[in-house]
């Protein structure tokens, strides 16, 4: 008899595009609010574009660790 839809476990490589997605929206929403806020306050060397890309890198790749992590506790 086939496995009805919701008791079926996710699949887990759509769990990974997932992240990675994720991952992209993070990082590409970093780079748009510091180029944003780089033409509003400019300065020498788009210091806003630089810093919150680089948290925004931070954020995604803590949110990577931490699905990891939880996929592997729930294997």
């Known amino acids: 008899m086939?496995?009805?839809?919701?008791n079926a476990p996710p699949d887990k490589y759509l769990e990974?595009?997932?992240i990675a997605i994720q991952m992209g929206i993070i990082i590409a929403a970093?780079?748009?609010?510091?180029?944003w806020l780089d033409k509003k306050y400019?300065?020498?060397y788009s210091g806003?574009?630089?810093?919150?890309?680089l948290l925004g890198v931070f954020?995604?790749?803590?949110q990577v660790?931490?699905?990891?992590?939880?996929m592997s506790k729930d294997d």
């Open 2 to 6: 086939a496995q009805n839809k919701k």
């Open 16 to 18: 990974f595009v997932n």
């Open 30 to 35: 970093g780079v748009f609010i510091g180029i």
């Open 42 to 44: 400019p300065n020498e």
């Open 48 to 53: 806003f574009t630089i810093g919150i890309s």
């Open 59 to 62: 954020i995604a790749l803590y």
């Open 65 to 70: 660790i931490r699905k990891v992590t939880q």
